[in-house]
Structure formats: C-alpha cells, structure tokens
C-alpha cells in the first residue's frame, strides 16, 4: 500500500447493501487484496470522518459462466475482496445516500 486511499477501491451499492446501510448503518466496499482490518478502519474514518465499530472481511470467489451461443466457451469473472464496515448509528456515509 502507498497511500490510505489506495485501500478503499469502490462502494458496491446493491439492493442487500442499500438494506444494511439504510438499517444496520453498514457499509460495504471492495478493497485491496493486501488490505488489513486496520487499513479499512483508519481509511474510512479519514476519508468519511465516522466512527468505526467493527469491519468485515471477506473473499468473494470468482466465477465462471458460458456464453448463450457457444457452450464451451466460458468466460471467467475475477475474484475480490470486499469489506463489511459497521458505523456508530449517528454517522453515515453520504456517497451511499439517496436511494430510500
């Protein structure tokens, strides 16, 4: 890692994560794949000024599909990591606000 924010790649907005962030003020985001629990805490504390209770990690596999024409052909999506961030309840992240 060379900078904080090179930790934090994008929000994944989802119907799932727009429920978690709308009830359970968690917010999730793919991140690096050398990222640490602490990387993602000090991270998005600075970058959002919140406060961090608790964060998530995890490996989401890839994955692999067929094409509708050809069968044997198969196309590969890539792998990642994304995190669960779980805020204080007064705190809230903007950038996933306005869906509701």
């Keep these: ?25 968690q917010y999730v985001f793919e991140v690096a794949p050398n990222a640490t629990r602490t990387e993602v805490k000090d991270a998005v504390e600075l970058i959002f000024k919140v406060t961090v209770l ?9 994955k692999r ?18 995190a669960i961030v779980t805020l204080a309840p007064e705190d809230r992240i903007p950038i996933f606000e306005g869906v509701e």
Excluded: F
């Design 1 to 25: 890692m060379t900078t904080i924010y090179d930790v934090l790649r994008r929000p994944l907005v989802t119907e799932k994560t727009n429920y978690q962030s709308n009830r359970l003020h």
């Design 54 to 62: 608790r964060v998530n990690m995890i490996h989401v596999p890839a």
């Design 65 to 82: 599909a067929r094409k509708a024409r050809s069968r044997r052909v198969t196309v590969r999506t890539p792998g990642y990591k994304k």
